[in-house]
């Protein structure tokens, strides 16, 4: 920086730079030898710029001054996004309760009331089998009539033999007041549509009660019930009037054709090989699980299989109702033809409530495990491209329910009746099984985001 200093013979105001401080130099003006004291302290650059404009235009030049640097390229601002005011973290006593996702406890076991169902089942099974032989009954019954009415009775029963015409409905349904001594019902009743439509709304009004939280449309189950009831059981009853016709028939090739004929042969086989009386206990309990626990469980399945070859679905409990409503529906049915065709005019008031509650709590039993084992393996359902492919996935799901089916059905056969009332417990064990089951998962689960949730309030408040 220069050093101001003034000539004390002349007077000039002179500069001299800092290098030559305390060296003596001469005047430029006057040649008087001059001491060029320290350089005074600059406090600012405004001071220096003041010094520098004091110096005359004949005084030494100052040493040229370093290059500027290169000033930096101006870089464009972000624009900062404006969002108003920040909230401070809300109190966590502010905040609504932490709430699992689980049903209540109520609604988790509600299930377990389907064990009621089956208390008709057991006192059917468990009494002592003190009825009187049809026959007798009916020749009681003809007793008990005044003779114009036996006489009535004789003439018809000739008629219809003759004429090839006599079955059961004759049999039955010409005895005095239709029925035999002990029958609930004339053999011409049509209280069968009443007690399908009773049936039919306490089980729907139960699964409306289980499907409590939305996990289930009130409407979807009516549908799939209706639609196993109707579609279903048609579809039944055409197979195995097929399985029948096949009887005594032979067709060879390698169409689609015959081979439908020969699964229709094998079922025909599968129900004689069942209802055949002469046969042993294994055979019945074959003929009884290929023949009518196959067929059945695969048709209530239907509505199930449709659903999930659709789309992926991870509702449980939907696809549990959804079973449950198909299997009930197909068992109300069930009781409306076994009613018309067996009960009317013969059975008393035990053997209905035993059809239209035990039974029907029976199928929609085996029906919900086998959609519970849908839903939990969907994914065979989904990789099928063919229909072919369903084959074998169908029968993963329905193979525990179609033995346990078929062992009921040929214990009752062998009079066996306590064993098939520990089946039918083991059929509601099976279904309690895999509902705790996937209730022990979902736990798990709403544990885990419970937690997750609780730590982020926490963490969020603090």
């Known amino acids: ?54 110096e005359p235009a004949d005084s030494a030049p100052p040493p040229p001054a370093p290059a500027p640097a290169p000033e930096p390229k101006p870089v464009p601002a972000t624009p900062i996004a404006r969002r108003g005011p920040v909230k401070p973290p809300t109190p966590v006593a502010a905040l609504p309760p932490l709430k699992s996702a689980e049903p209540p406890l109520w609604l988790r076991h509600l299930h377990w009331l389907l064990m009621l169902a089956l208390i008709p089942l057991a006192v059917s099974l468990l009494r002592k089998g003190d009825d009187a032989d049809i026959f007798d009954r009916i020749n009681e019954t003809i007793e008990s009539a005044p003779p114009e009415a036996q006489a009535r009775y004789e003439r018809t029963l000739e008629a219809k033999a003759k004429s090839g015409d006599l079955d059961l409905d004759v049999f039955i349904g010409e005895l005095p007041g239709g029925r035999v001594k002990g029958a609930a019902l004339s053999r011409h009743s049509h209280w069968h549509w009443a007690m399908a439509l009773g049936a039919a709304a306490l089980f729907l009004g139960f699964f409306v009660l289980l499907s409590t939280g939305g996990v289930a449309d009130a409407r979807h189950l009516l549908a799939v019930g209706l639609f196993t009831g109707t579609i279903g059981i048609l579809f039944l009853v055409i197979v195995q009037a097929l399985a029948n016709w096949t009887h005594g028939r032979v067709i060879v090739g390698g169409s689609i054709v015959v081979i439908l004929f020969w699964i229709a042969k094998l079922i025909g086989l599968s129900y004689q090989a069942a209802l055949d009386p002469d046969n042993g206990f294994w055979v019945s309990f074959i003929g009884f699980t290929l023949g009518v626990g196959l067929l059945e469980e695969v048709v209530k399945a239907v509505p199930v299989l449709w659903r999930y070859c659709r789309e992926a679905d991870d509702n449980w409990r939907g696809a549990f109702l959804w079973g449950l409503a198909s299997g009930a529906g197909f068992g109300v049915a069930e009781g409306v033809i076994y009613s018309v065709n067996l009960y009317h005019g013969i059975e008393g008031p035990g053997t209905y409530i035993v059809r239209f509650v035990s039974c029907v709590a029976l199928h929609a039993l085996w029906t919900g495990s086998v959609a519970i084992a849908i839903q939990q393996r969907q994914g065979l359902l989904q990789k099928a491209e063919k229909w072919h492919d369903l084959v074998a996935p169908t029968l993963v799901y329905v193979w525990v329910p179609m033995v346990l089916h078929g062992l009921y059905d040929t214990l009752l056969k062998k009079d066996m009746s306590g064993w098939a009332l520990l089946v039918a417990l083991a059929s509601f064990g099976y279904l309690a099984f895999q509902v705790s089951r996937l209730h022990g998962a979902d736990d798990r689960e709403a544990t885990a985001e419970f937690l997750k949730e609780y730590k982020r309030r926490r963490q969020g408040s603090a």
Do not use: F, Y
């Not at 920086?1 to 730079?17: D, V, Y």
């Not at 290098?19 to 005074?40: D, F, H, N, S, Y």
């Open 1 to 54: 920086m220069p050093i101001s200093l003034q000539c004390p013979a002349c007077g000039r105001r002179l500069k001299a730079n800092d290098a030559l401080a305390g060296r003596r130099l001469p005047c430029p003006a006057c040649k008087t030898e001059i001491e060029v004291p320290a350089a005074p302290p600059v406090e600012d650059a405004a001071a220096a710029l003041l010094l520098a404009g004091d």
